[in-house]
T-cell receptor
Framework: GQNIDQPTEMTATEGAIVQINCTYQ??????LFWYQQHAGEAPTFLSY??LDGLEEKGRFSSFLSRSKGYSYLLLKELQMKDSASYLC??????????WGAGTKLIIKP | GAVVSQHPSWVICKSGTSVKIECRSL??????MFWYRQFPKQSLMLMAT?????????EQGVEKDKFLINHASLTLSTLTVTSAHPEDSSFYIC????????????FGNGTRLTVT
């Protein structure tokens, strides 16, 4: 079956770095997405990886290892506004998104 | 960037009534739109794929007669929750791609439906 695993909740300190891991199992693979979702709001797109390696975009970076079925989202210089849920989604061979349950990130001062 | 507009943002209705939710792609055309539902502290659940000019494709367990989808134009899809019940109370979110199948989804702001 298809599955996305990510931690339920993480806590980090303002100004620090946090890495949110995601492992995936999909029928075929057409990329891995990360979305940010603040409470009560819709998700917003953060990153997309389809090739192995690290994609950097400002304070956020995303990494993919296709051989390991593994990705992570790295957030640097954490700010209070980064408190949100982070959703990992794998795209299968039919271009269908398989969603993880999300990782709730709590930032403490 | 691609903008998806969803209306209304929130709605309260009585049991047995119907509610229509609109989803518009503002600066791009979307032959396909996706309707999701999200219960508190749970992941996004795909309800159906809306196809312009043809019937929607519903996910297993989603009643097509209860959740009516109409995709009449390349920029508008509507979801109508018919004969709503309290268990239909949820956060409904539409989304669309502004490019090929591998491009990211852009989400509307969501509609919080409360059925009393």
């Amino acid at each position: 079956g298809q599955n996305i695993d990510q931690p339920t909740e993480m806590t980090a300190t303002e100004g620090a770095i946090v890495q949110i891991n995601c492992t995936y199992q999909t029928s075929g693979f057409n990329g891995l997405f990360w979305y940010q979702q603040h409470a009560g709001e819709a998700p917003t797109f953060l990153s997309y990886n389809v090739l192995d390696g690290l994609e950097e975009k400002g304070r956020f970076s995303s990494f993919l290892s296709r051989s390991k079925g593994y990705s992570y989202l790295l957030l640097k210089e954490l700010q209070m506004k980064d408190s949100a849920s982070y959703l990992c989604a794998g795209m299968d061979s039919n271009y269908q998104l398989i969603w993880g349950a999300g990782t709730k990130l709590i930032i403490k001062p | 960037g691609a903008v998806v507009s969803q209306h209304p943002s929130w709605v309260i209705c009585k049991s047995g009534t119907s509610v229509k939710i609109e989803c518009r792609s503002l600066d791009f055309q979307a032959t396909t739109m996706f309707w999701y539902r999200q219960f508190p502290k749970q992941s996004l659940m795909l309800m159906a794929t809306s196809n312009e000019g043809s019937k929607a494709t519903y996910e297993q367990g989603v009643e097509k007669d209860k959740f009516l989808i109409n995709h009449a134009s390349l920029t508008l899809s509507t979801l109508t929750v018919t004969s709503a019940h309290p268990e239909d109370s949820s956060f409904y979110i539409c989304s669309a791609r502004d490019g090929s199948e591998g491009s990211p989804l852009h989400f509307g702001n969501g509609t919080r439906l409360t059925v009393t």
